[in-house]
C-alpha cells in the first residue's frame, strides 16, 4: 500500500494515472540499491552457481572417479612414506 | 561470548563429521564410502582413517593429472562454490586444522602478535600455492607422467597429524617404511604446533594454501562480516583486536571468527546476510 495517495477522481483517465504512480512507486522501492556490495554480493552468486555448473560438468564427465580412487586409497605422500 | 561458543560448537562439530568413520582409527583402514566422491570445505586428509570424505586440497593436486587434457572442473567446481558462499569463514568455522591450532594458542605463554613481518609472511601462502600445489604435480606429470601432490608429500602437517600417525599406531608395518621424508614431515608438523601456541594460527595465516585460496574469494563471498558504514566511525579497533594479519575487516586475511563484532563500540559489524528491505539494501 502506498501512504499518502489520494483519489484524484474516478475518471478512466485518471485511474489509470493513479496505478501509474502507484507502479512508479512500488517499483522505486523495490529497487535494488546497487551499491558495491551488493554488486559483490551478486558477484558471489554468480560465483557459486558456476560452481555448480562446474560440479555438474565434473559429474557428467566422471570426474568424480578421479577424486574418489584418491580417497579410498592410503595416499603414501601424505603420510610421509612415498 | 554466546557467538565464540557458537563458533567453537560449529567447529568441533565440523571435526566430528569430517572424521566420523571412527572405527577406522581402530582398523587403521580408510573408508571407502560414497562420500569419499565429495570434498570437504576444509583441510582434512583423505588418508585419516576416519575421514569420510575428500581434501580438497589433495584432490586439487590430483585432479591436475589431467590437465591440460582435461580441466579439472569438478574439483575446482567445489572450490569456486565453497569459496563463494563462505570464503575464508571455512577457516574459521569448518576446518578441523585451525581448531587444532586454536586450542593450542590457548596455552597459557607469552603470545607473538601480529606486526608488518607477520603480515609480509602472510604472503607466503600464495608462494606455497603456486608452487607446491599447481607447479610442482604439473612437473612431475610432465617429467614422470604421473602427477604427485607436493604440498601433502613435502609440507601438508594435516596429513602427518590426521593420516600417518593414526594409520602407523593401527599398522606397525608402516612406520617400518617411514625414512628421510616422514622425518621432514614430523618435523613440519612440531614446528607448526609449537609456532601455534605462540602465533595464532600459524599455519592458516602463513602456511595454508586452502586459505589463500578461499581468501581470493573474501570480497564476494556471500557469508561473511557486513560494514555498516553509517554508523563505522573508522576507530580501528577491530582491525587492533584482530588476531589475523587484516587491513581492514573483510579483506583477504579476515577468516570471519566474528572476534571484531565484540569490540566495535557502534555495532557496526554483522555477520548476517544483507536484507533487502522496502528502500535499497540495507547493508
Redesign the interface.
Known amino acids: 500500500m502506498i501512504r499518502g495517495s489520494t483519489q484524484l477522481g474516478s475518471g478512466p483517465s485518471v485511474i489509470l494515472f493513479q496505478t501509474y504512480l502507484q507502479a512508479c512507486v512500488i517499483m522505486?522501492?523495490a529497487?535494488?540499491?546497487e551499491?558495491e556490495?551488493?554488486m559483490?554480493?551478486l558477484?558471489?552468486?554468480?560465483?557459486?552457481l558456476?560452481?555448480?555448473?562446474?560440479?555438474?560438468?565434473?559429474?557428467a564427465?566422471v570426474?568424480?572417479?578421479?577424486?574418489?580412487f584418491?580417497?579410498?586409497?592410503?595416499?603414501f605422500?601424505?603420510?610421509?612414506?612415498? | 561470548m554466546a557467538k565464540r561458543r557458537t563458533r567453537k560448537i560449529v567447529q568441533v562439530i565440523s571435526a566430528v563429521l569430517y572424521n566420523a568413520n571412527v572405527g577406522g582409527f581402530a582398523s587403521g583402514t580408510l573408508y571407502r564410502g560414497a562420500t569419499k566422491n565429495v570434498c570437504v570445505p576444509g583441510l582434512n586428509c583423505y588418508s585419516c582413517p576416519g575421514a569420510v570424505a575428500a581434501c580438497p586440497l589433495g584432490s586439487l593436486q590430483v585432479a591436475l593429472g589431467t590437465f591440460p587434457k582435461a580441466f579439472p572442473l569438478y574439483v575446482v567446481g567445489f572450490l569456486l562454490l565453497f569459496g563463494a558462499l563462505f570464503g575464508r569463514l571455512i577457516c574459521s568455522f569448518a576446518c578441523p586444522f585451525g581448531l587444532i591450532q586454536e586450542l593450542l594458542y590457548r596455552i597459557p605463554t607469552r603470545k607473538l602478535r601480529k606486526n608488518k613481518l607477520t603480515r609480509a609472511l602472510s604472503a607466503l601462502k600464495y608462494v606455497i600455492l603456486g608452487v607446491f600445489v599447481i607447479a610442482l604435480p604439473i612437473y612431475y606429470l610432465i617429467v614422470n607422467g604421473v602427477v604427485s601432490p607436493a604440498f601433502c608429500k613435502f609440507v601438508c602437517p594435516a596429513g602427518t597429524l590426521e593420516g600417518a600417525f593414526p594409520l602407523m599406531i593401527a599398522d606397525h608395518s608402516l612406520f617400518d617404511m617411514a625414512g628421510l621424508l616422514f622425518i621432514w614431515k614430523v618435523f613440519v608438523l612440531v614446528a607448526v604446533v609449537v609456532s601455534s601456541v605462540f602465533v595464532y594460527r600459524s599455519f592458516c595465516r602463513f602456511i595454508c594454501p586452502l586459505g589463500a585460496i578461499y581468501s581470493f574469494f573474501n570480497r564476494v563471498a556471500i557469508f561473511g562480516i557486513r560494514v555498516d558504514e553509517k554508523k563505522c566511525t573508522h576507530c580501528n579497533r577491530c582491525v587492533r583486536a584482530c588476531k589475523m594479519d587484516v587491513k581492514k575487516v573483510n579483506d583477504r586475511e579476515c577468516i570471519r571468527c566474528g572476534e571484531c563484532r565484540d569490540v566495535c563500540p557502534t555495532g557496526a559489524l554483522d555477520s548476517r546476510l544483507p536484507k533487502l528491505k522496502g528502500k535499497g539494501i540495507e547493508k
Do not use: N, P, S, W
Not at chain 1, 558477484?43 to 557459486?48: D, M, N
Open positions: 522505486h522501492a529497487t535494488i540499491d551499491t556490495a551488493q559483490r554480493r558477484t558471489g552468486v554468480g560465483i557459486a558456476l560452481g555448480i555448473a562446474f560440479i555438474l560438468l565434473g559429474v564427465l570426474q568424480y572417479r578421479g577424486v574418489f584418491k580417497a579410498i586409497m592410503i595416499c605422500e601424505c603420510i610421509g612414506i612415498g
